[in-house]
């Protein structure tokens, strides 16, 4: 058991980097308190146990197509006291250790030995490069799915597994990006302090990489194991046990079974659905000969939308009446004009109503097949957006 603790503990942290990769000094410092942890390198970030040591490291820059260093180079260096290890994962550098108390220092001149980061910088641009290109055409694939998506904001608010996973992957963009751009600032100040004469000193990193990388390798399992566990499914209770305002049928002239409520909560606000009467399928024609379930709907459904920012009211309500409710009644919705709301729609489609409104920075929607105009009981909506909590 132990031995699997001290294999997840480096796993997860010790054989981490704690800097970027273009931190020089930061590098060959860990690769060195590695050495002293009897952490033996064998290639790069992999590590074996073995007998504490001290060692000194070295990181060269990789010459153009240098892939490995030459039988010559490899002679030269060995008479100096260095041996070759690896490089490292992006092909960046060439790590040399060296075990003699006293090796030749490689790096004698800090000016000369600016010129040979020369291409590295050059190809690190290029790695910038296509990183941006590949952000923005990912950027751009998704807004234009999210055009597509013609209730994007409403699947959110309704579905807290979906909204989580939004956050997660926008705060790994966020961190790759914070990585990029560390290394850029990190090999450009690395070449101005060498070509200055002076070798750039080692530095704490802003960034902690392990603590991220440690989140980062931690968020997928875990979104998987609450999707696995349905930690985001959310309870359905009984009107009479959590007294939310509604709209009941039994008011609207209509007859039905006990009301559910249905409580969601997602970064971007709160919904609160209460539901009555039968369940339904709602279908639609995939083009094909199957049709696509929409979601299930019930003979009286009033959902509450209390987002957390109150700007977001009306694209919520243009969701609701230019696709939510056609996709439902297979109609437009009709604009209404009621001091009652901020904005008002309806629509009548084969005696199911439909009715949405916004009003300080809320949002209702209402479905019913009661037989009672929803337009002859708008104060009592009004009332019922008002005081949901």
């Known amino acids: ?217 931690c968020g997928i399992p875990l979104y998987l194991a609450c999707g696995m566990l349905s930690v985001w499914e959310p309870e359905h209770v009984d009107l009479a046990d959590d007294l939310t305002p509604f709209a009941a049928v039994d008011a609207l002239g209509g007859t039905a079974d006990g009301a559910k409520v249905t409580r969601f909560r997602t970064f971007l606000g709160r919904t609160v659905t209460v539901a009555q009467g039968d369940c339904d399928l709602l279908w639609r024609d995939s083009g094909r000969s199957t049709k696509d379930l929409i979601r299930i709907v019930c003979d009286t459904q009033q959902t509450v939308y209390l987002p957390y920012f109150p700007a977001l009211s009306g694209p919520l309500l243009r969701e609701l009446a230019e696709a939510y409710i056609p996709e439902d009644g297979g109609l437009p919705a009709e604009t209404l004009d009621t001091d009652c709301f901020d904005d008002a729609f309806y629509v009548n489609s084969d005696g199911i109503q439909h009715f949405a409104a916004r009003k300080d920075g809320r949002v209702l929607y209402c479905r019913t097949a009661a037989p009672e105009d929803l337009r002859d009981h708008l104060p009592e909506l009004a009332a019922v957006l008002a005081d949901t909590d």
Not at 35 to 63: H, I, K
Not at 74 to 86: F, I, N, P, S
Not at 138 to 155: C, E, S, T
Request: proline share 5%; with cysteine.
């Open 1 to 217: 058991m132990k031995r699997v603790l001290n294999w997840l503990r480096n796993f997860l942290w010790g054989d981490r980097m704690p800097c970027g990769e273009y931190d020089v000094p930061g590098l060959e410092d860990w690769l060195e308190r590695q050495a002293r942890r009897g952490r033996v390198l064998r290639n790069w970030a992999s590590f074996a146990e073995g007998v504490p040591s001290e060692c000194r490291f070295c990181l060269e820059p990789a010459a153009k197509r240098e892939y490995e260093p030459s039988d010559e180079k490899l002679a030269d260096y060995a008479a100096a006291g260095w041996e070759y290890v690896c490089r490292t994962r992006g092909g960046a550098f060439l790590v040399w250790r060296s075990t003699s108390p006293d090796p030749v220092p490689l790096r004698t001149d800090p000016t000369a030995d600016s010129y040979a980061y020369d291409y590295l910088w050059r190809r690190f641009l290029l790695q910038m490069a296509l990183w941006l290109a590949y952000i923005i055409g990912m950027v751009g694939i998704a807004g234009y799915n999210l055009a597509r998506d013609r209730h994007f904001l409403l699947n959110i608010m309704q579905d807290a597994e979906t909204s989580w996973l939004v956050v997660y992957l926008a705060l790994l963009l966020v961190y790759t990006a914070f990585v990029q751009f560390s290394g850029l600032r990190t090999l450009r100040r690395l070449m101005r302090s060498l070509r200055a004469g002076v070798p750039m000193e080692r530095r704490k990193s802003r960034i902690p990489f392990r603590t991220v990388y440690l989140l980062a390798a």
